[in-house]
């Protein structure tokens, strides 16, 4: 008679033994990152098949450095979101970050030191901000609205309203070369976004933002320094927007006072279509980034098409006003 095996039949993975990833790819099922990624690949499928010019490299990377420091300042606006604030006064501080590195350059100030003193410059205008919403009690609207005019005053007085030309080509370096047929503007870029995005997820210090823009009483009496973090998040929003005012002023070789006008609403318009809430305690990273490249997709679709510039703003702001008018049905939907 045989004797019978003692070895234990081979059974399926238990619930709790499933690998990682697969709990990961269910979370991202469930949220909006897949919906607005799978929207980006039709468009890009839609515009392969009707301009041939579309689907190339040359294409692709000017796409990615035009919409480069747009998605830097969205990691930290994003943030900022999430924990129930925003910040108007971004691409203001990106102009006058550019035009200010650009003097330091022309008057011999070593570049590192003229880029960490720009970046200070700028954590202390979102130092500013933050100290007016959270202790002042100024409305955000008002108070970046305000840092705005500021910092976009100063920028124009700085220069009279006139570029600053004449930069040293080693300024350029950042904003002109590249490395594997990458430009370094996209990769400090793509660095910064897959930073971010890890650190919103999984650090215990960034996760808190979750719990201030969900529930302000309830985070300050869990313990949390709420109004601390909200400066924080004030300040790393407006040193990132700091940073893409240098890494645009290296790509142009010239610091421009009027950059960026209008970039504040497509930071938004980003984030927003990603997943964030403006009313506090949602959103990644990740979706802000795919918000701000769909953003540039259709930028670039409107400009093959040769549709005027004036009306791609306008484009812009109907994104932004039908992305808030979703969030709001979500929303509405879930209570």
Not at 13 to 38: C, D
Not at 255 to 275: D, K, S
């Amino acid at each position: 008679m045989a004797e019978k095996s003692s070895a234990a039949p081979l059974s399926p993975a238990q619930p709790g033994e499933r690998h990682w990833w697969t709990s990961a790819l269910r979370r991202f099922i469930g949220t909006r990152e897949l919906p607005l990624l799978v929207l980006i690949l039709l468009v890009v499928v839609f515009m392969a098949n009707r301009n041939p010019n579309f689907l190339t490299i040359a294409n692709f990377r000017a796409m990615a450095v035009g919409f480069t420091p747009t998605a830097i300042i969205a990691v930290g606006m994003v943030i900022l979101l999430v924990a129930g604030g925003f910040d108007l006064s971004v691409g203001a501080v990106l102009a006058l970050s550019g035009t200010v590195v650009a003097r330091m350059v022309l008057d011999d100030v070593e570049q590192p030191l003229a880029v960490l003193l720009v970046l200070v410059m700028g954590g202390l205008i979102g130092a500013v901000n933050g100290l007016l919403v959270t202790k002042v009690r100024i409305n955000p609207l008002v108070a970046t609205l305000g840092t705005l005019s500021i910092a976009r005053g100063i920028a124009q007085v700085m220069t009279e309203g006139v570029s600053i030309s004449g930069l040293p080509p080693s300024f350029g370096r950042v904003g002109g070369e590249q490395i594997a047929n990458v430009p370094y503007m996209v990769l400090i870029m793509l660095v910064i976004v897959v930073v971010g995005d890890l650190a919103l997820r999984h650090t215990r210090f960034l996760r808190q933002a979750y719990y201030v823009g969900s529930n302000e009483n309830a985070a300050r009496l869990s313990g949390i320094a709420v109004d601390r973090f909200r400066i924080f998040a004030y300040v790393l929003t407006a040193t990132l927007a700091a940073l893409a005012g240098i890494v645009l002023a290296s790509r142009l070789m010239a610091g421009t006072p009027t950059a960026a006008q209008g970039l504040e609403l497509q930071v938004l318009a980003g984030a927003v279509i990603g997943g964030a809430s403006l009313t506090g305690g949602e959103g990644t990273v990740l979706g802000a980034f795919l918000g701000i490249v769909f953003i540039g997709i259709i930028s670039n679709v409107m400009t093959m098409e040769a549709v005027s510039i004036f009306w791609q703003q306008a484009v812009t702001g109907a994104i932004l006003i039908a992305a808030v008018a979703f969030d709001m049905l979500v929303r509405r939907r879930r209570v």
